[in-house]
């Protein structure tokens, strides 16, 4: 059983360490939270800043930022 959960966790860590622009949706998906507590954390200085993306109106944020604030929260409830 040991064997497997190691497994899963080198397997997410694998896929995690692609670093990409994480739109709003997939950070509402991955948070479970809403757009507005998503922005209240961010004024907050409790969650990673969105970040303009070059040449555009649009935003996002740093994929390797959300989810090691996932991991946070997570390793926190331990």
């Not at 190691?6 to 948070?31: D, F, G, N, S």
């Not at 409790?46 to 997570?74: H, Y």
């Amino acid at each position: 059983m040991a064997a497997i959960n190691q497994a899963h966790t080198e397997q997410a860590a694998a896929q995690r360490q692609q670093r990409r622009i994480m739109r709003l949706p997939e950070v509402k998906a991955a948070t479970g939270f809403g757009r507005t507590k998503i922005y209240e954390l961010m004024k907050e200085g409790r969650f990673p800043k969105a970040r303009r993306i070059a040449c555009s109106n649009a935003s996002g944020w740093d994929s390797l930022e959300v989810e090691a604030w996932i991991d946070e929260q997570l390793d926190g409830e331990a």
